[in-house]
Each structure stands twice: as structure tokens, then as C-alpha cells.
């Protein structure tokens, strides 16, 4: 069963329909990556998840084995305390029902993917969740791979079939339409905090 805890309500979303899934974001993990590759995707999966909660999108967590790899890094999952973590042995986020049923029940139709490893789990998230129905944006900046060439592999085929893959700030942007959204001056100091 996912954990959350229960805080004051997020503002009425910018994008009704869509949640931010934040996939494996582990201490453990992250500090296999490359010290540059784990800094740039802490600090962009960062502003995904505090741009979210700044425009009142829904944020959901997976943890890899957590009983053995440990829970999502602290810093991360102090950005959204209230967000529900789903415990997985599976590759894929959407293999196993809790999340599908969870996502459903809050009206998700599109996902913005965030997190680790490119040519495991986001792949196999993305293709499951396109799957299971979902329409499904990767967050190109905030998800990565040990090895280069796997990552631009992966990204090609998940274009192909048919996920979009843009940068963190396009997206928010995109959701945020002009700057005189109520979220917007948030947003920049956001995206100055995690530069």
C-alpha cells in the first residue's frame, strides 16, 4: 500500500488530468550514478517536483525494493511530504495495480515522468503506462543513465512510440501558458533555485 501523509491542500491545478510520477529517486541508486549525472538529475527532479506542487499537480513516488535500496533521498521527498510512495519489485511503476488504481481514482490521464534509469524503469514505466491508457510525457532533464548511449536509445524509442520527451522548463512553461499566472513568479524562483 502507498504511504502519505496528510498536509494542507495543494492549489487547484494548472493541468487537471495530469500528475507528476517520480520514479526511483533512491539515495542508494542515485549515488551509483556518475557524480555529475546524479547532482544535474537531483537538482532537475527537484524543480519537477516542487514546480508541481507549486501548480497544484498531484506527485507520486515508486521505490525500487525499497526494504533493500533504501526510500527516496530525503530532499526530494521533503519537496512533497504529502505524496503517496508505492514499493515496487517490478521495472515497470505500472506493473503492479496500486498505482494504475491510484492514478485513476485521482482523474490522471497524463503522466510526466521523472526519475531513474532510463533503460529500466522509466522505459518499462512509460511504455506500461502508455499501456494501461495513460498519455505520457518524459521529463528529459530529470531522468538518466549510467551509459549515454543507452539513454539517447531509449529516449528514440519511447519518441517512436509515442511519449513525448521535453525538458522540465518547457513543460511548466507550457502548463503555465504566459506570466500572468498566479504560480508563475514561483515557478522562476524555482527554476533560479535549481539552475
Known amino acids: 500500500m502507498p504511504r502519505a501523509k496528510k498536509t494542507a491542500s495543494a492549489p487547484a491545478s494548472a493541468a487537471p488530468g495530469a500528475a507528476l510520477l517520480a520514479v526511483d529517486l533512491q539515495s542508494t541508486l542515485?549515488?551509483?550514478?556518475?557524480?555529475?549525472?546524479?547532482?544535474s538529475v537531483r537538482s532537475r527532479a527537484g524543480l519537477a517536483i516542487a514546480a508541481a506542487r507549486a501548480?497544484?499537480?498531484?506527485?507520486?513516488?515508486?521505490?525500487?525494493?525499497p526494504a533493500k535500496l533504501g526510500p527516496t533521498a530525503p530532499a526530494l521527498a521533503r519537496l512533497a511530504p504529502d505524496a503517496p510512495v508505492f514499493p515496487k519489485n517490478t521495472f515497470s511503476a505500472l506493473a503492479s495495480e496500486p498505482l494504475p488504481a491510484a492514478l485513476r481514482a485521482e482523474n490522471i490521464e497524463h503522466l510526466l515522468?521523472?526519475?531513474?534509469?532510463?533503460?529500466v524503469c522509466i522505459y518499462q514505466?512509460?511504455?506500461?503506462?502508455l499501456a494501461e491508457g495513460?498519455?505520457?510525457?518524459?521529463?528529459s532533464d530529470a531522468i538518466v543513465a549510467r551509459r549515454p548511449d543507452d539513454h539517447a536509445a531509449c529516449l528514440a524509442a519511447l519518441r517512436h512510440a509515442g511519449v513525448t520527451v521535453l525538458?522540465?522548463?518547457?513543460?511548466?512553461?507550457a502548463l503555465l501558458?504566459?506570466?500572468?499566472?498566479?504560480?508563475?513568479k514561483a515557478f522562476t524562483?524555482?527554476?533560479?533555485?535549481?539552475?
Open 55 to 65: 501548480l497544484g499537480l498531484p506527485v507520486f513516488f515508486t521505490e525500487q525494493v
Open 167 to 173: 525538458p522540465v522548463e518547457t513543460v511548466f512553461y
Open 177 to 184: 501558458h504566459d506570466s500572468g499566472h498566479p504560480a508563475f
Open 113 to 119: 515522468l521523472i526519475g531513474l534509469e532510463t533503460p
Open 30 to 39: 542515485l549515488a551509483a550514478l556518475p557524480a555529475a549525472a546524479a547532482r
Open 189 to 195: 524562483r524555482l527554476v533560479k533555485t535549481h539552475a
Open 125 to 129: 514505466s512509460a511504455l506500461g503506462a
Open 134 to 139: 495513460f498519455q505520457v510525457t518524459i521529463l
